[in-house]
């Protein structure tokens, strides 16, 4: 992390928490990335295009960013393998069916509205996150 410049991360931060809040101001609906997917995957229920629409939108903003303002985009290096890769997208998926709902539902949309659910769900995710990274890191 030689470029952290906290200004950003905090500008970022903020920009996503009003955009929840707003998204749920406006709609009456939680924007948890893994509940609206599961929505998007059933074609047939009542308000389908606005959830293809949100996520088209997530890949779109980083491309218009990468394009604008490209000094903004970190470089990234994926070092694991591909199985790895996809072993680690099934745990993630996995758990966040479990958990029934996913860290920007949780964490970003419940923990504001002091969701209990969410509050230990948001534990949980930190505390598995950070185990992980001790293991990987200091372990293996």
Same mark, same amino acid.
């Given at each position: 992390?030689?470029?952290?410049?906290?200004?950003?991360?905090?500008?970022?931060?903020?920009?996503?928490?009003?955009?929840?809040?707003? !998204?749920?101001?406006?709609?009456? $609906?939680?924007?948890?990335i893994s509940g609206i997917i599961e929505g998007a995957m059933e074609p047939?229920?009542?308000?389908y295009g606005w959830q293809i629409v949100y996520l088209l939108g997530l890949?779109?903003?980083?491309?218009?960013?990468?394009?604008?303002?490209?000094? +903004?985009?970190?470089e990234i290096k994926v070092t694991a393998s591909w199985p790895v890769l996809?072993?680690?997208?099934?745990?993630? *998926? +996995? *758990?966040?069916?479990?958990?029934? *709902?996913?860290?920007?539902?949780?964490?970003?949309?419940?923990?504001? $509205?002091?969701?209990? $659910?969410?509050?230990?769900?948001?534990?949980?995710?930190?505390?598995?996150?950070?185990?992980?990274?001790?293991?990987? $890191?200091?372990? !293996?």
């Amino acid at each position: 992390m030689e470029n952290f410049t906290p200004w950003t991360g905090l500008i970022g931060g903020l920009m996503i928490g009003l955009s929840s809040a707003f !998204f749920l101001l406006t709609t009456g $609906r939680i924007s948890g990335i893994s509940g609206i997917i599961e929505g998007a995957m059933e074609p047939g229920q009542s308000g389908y295009g606005w959830q293809i629409v949100y996520l088209l939108g997530l890949p779109l903003g980083a491309t218009m960013v990468g394009m604008f303002l490209p000094q +903004y985009l970190p470089e990234i290096k994926v070092t694991a393998s591909w199985p790895v890769l996809a072993l680690a997208g099934f745990i993630a *998926g +996995y *758990g966040a069916r479990l958990g029934n *709902g996913c860290t920007s539902g949780h964490g970003v949309c419940g923990l504001p $509205r002091l969701a209990p $659910r969410s509050i230990i769900s948001t534990v949980v995710f930190m505390s598995v996150a950070a185990l992980t990274v001790f293991v990987t $890191r200091h372990v !293996f």
